[in-house]
C-alpha cells in the first residue's frame, strides 16, 4: 500500500538545547522572541506565554534568566558549537574547488540535487524521478542564503533561517514568501567559474 500523506516538520534547538524566550538581545524591550523548541512546542509554547505574559506586565518570573535568549553557556555549547564552525569552514572551503559542468550533472541520480556555478551564478539543480533536470537560482529569496538539496524531502532547503522549496523553487515553508527563480541552461552557455 502506497503511503496516503506525509508531514514534515524541521526543528530548531539551541546550542545548550533551551529554547530560547524573552526580550531580544540587541532591541528595544518591546521585541520578544520565543523559539528553539526542539519538537517541544506544544509544552514550550504554554512556557512561553506564562513567561512573555509576565515579561510584559514587569513580573518578576523565576524563569526568565534560565530561558532568557542573551544568555551564554559556553561549556555546555562548547562541543556543538565546535561542530558548527567545522561545517561552515567545510562548506566555505567547498565553494573554492570547481564546479560540475551541465555534462556532469547529467550523471545526478534520479532524487538527488547539487548547486553548481554556472555563468557566474549560484544554480541549484535536481533530477526528478523522470530524469528531467529542474535548475533554480540557489540563492534563498529570503535573506540571499544559499540553498542546500534535502536528498530525504526532495526540496532546497535555506541553513539560515528554514525557508523550504520545491525542485521547481516554489515556497513549501517560510519565511520566504517568493520562489526561487528559474534558471534555463543552455549547453553553449556552460562557461562555469
Not at 496516503?4 to 524541521?10: D, K, Y
Amino acid at each position: 500500500m502506497e503511503p496516503r500523506f506525509s508531514w514534515s516538520a524541521q526543528y530548531y534547538e539551541s546550542i545548550d538545547g533551551l529554547p530560547y524566550i524573552g526580550r531580544l538581545p540587541g532591541k528595544n524591550d518591546n521585541y520578544f522572541v520565543a523559539t528553539g523548541f526542539g519538537g517541544n512546542g506544544i509544552m514550550y509554547s504554554q512556557v512561553s506565554a506564562l513567561l512573555l505574559r509576565d515579561q510584559l506586565l514587569d513580573r518578576k518570573n523565576d524563569w526568565e534568566k534560565l530561558f532568557s535568549p542573551s544568555r551564554i553557556k559556553p561549556v555546555a555549547g562548547f562541543k556543538d558549537f565546535t561542530n558548527l564552525v567545522s561545517t561552515t569552514v567545510s562548506n566555505w572551503v567547498g565553494k573554492i574547488k570547481p564546479k560540475p559542468t551541465l555534462k556532469e550533472m547529467a550523471d545526478l541520480a534520479p532524487g538527488e540535487g547539487r548547486v553548481i556555478s554556472w555563468n557566474n551564478k549560484k544554480v541549484a539543480i535536481s533530477k526528478d524521478a523522470d530524469n528531467n533536470i529542474h535548475a533554480v537560482s540557489a540563492i534563498c529569496t529570503h535573506m540571499g542564503c544559499e540553498v542546500k538539496w534535502n536528498l530525504a524531502e526532495q526540496s532546497w532547503d535555506c541553513p539560515c533561517h528554514g525557508a523550504r522549496y520545491d525542485a521547481n523553487g516554489n515556497v513549501l515553508n517560510g519565511p520566504a514568501t517568493h520562489p526561487l527563480h528559474k534558471v534555463e541552461l543552455n549547453e553553449g552557455d556552460d562557461n562555469n567559474t
